[in-house]
């Protein structure tokens, strides 16, 4: 079983405006998920949604490192305890800003569920990097 997603997406944009899209409540509630969210250690913040078809509205966790372009922070999906990590990593590159999303811990989730989270996860983060991809335009 995979424990780790990756992604990775150059943005032809400056490194500043991909942080702030990521790491500021007002900008990830336009783009992905209403949130309650601070780029500050320790905070704990709070995605919510609108009921979808697998019934999931609440995603929580603790920030656990924002510097100057990382952002990581826990991921615990409701009604579950299993916690796992998200990681995002910006990078200044020739084109613009390079970044690198991994979603890891994974495997924390018991057996079967475990694939499915996995799977589940890694669409809704492909999903996620092409709403940032067209916020960003």
């Known amino acids: 079983m995979r424990d780790t997603i990756t992604k990775e997406k150059i943005f ?6 991909v942080w702030d899209a990521i790491s500021k409540a007002e900008e ?15 905070y704990q913040y709070t995605f919510t949604s609108e009921v979808n078809e ?28 299993v916690e ?16 690198h999303l991994e979603h890891s811990g994974i495997s924390n989730y018991a057996g079967d569920t475990a694939i499915a989270m996995f799977e589940s996860f890694n669409g809704g983060w492909n999903g ?3 709403q940032l991809t067209d916020y960003l335009k």
């Open 28 to 42: 990830i509630s336009t783009w992905f998920i209403q949130a309650d969210f601070k780029a500050e250690k320790g």
């Open 84 to 99: 796992t990590t998200v990681t995002w990593t910006l990078e200044t590159v020739a084109e613009g800003t390079k970044l």
């Open 12 to 17: 032809n944009h400056p490194i500043e405006k």
């Open 54 to 81: 697998k019934g999931c509205t609440t995603i929580s966790g603790t920030i656990k490192e924002a510097t100057p372009y990382v952002l990581v922070y826990t991921w615990i999906v409701a009604d579950t305890n």
């Open 128 to 130: 996620c990097i092409n």
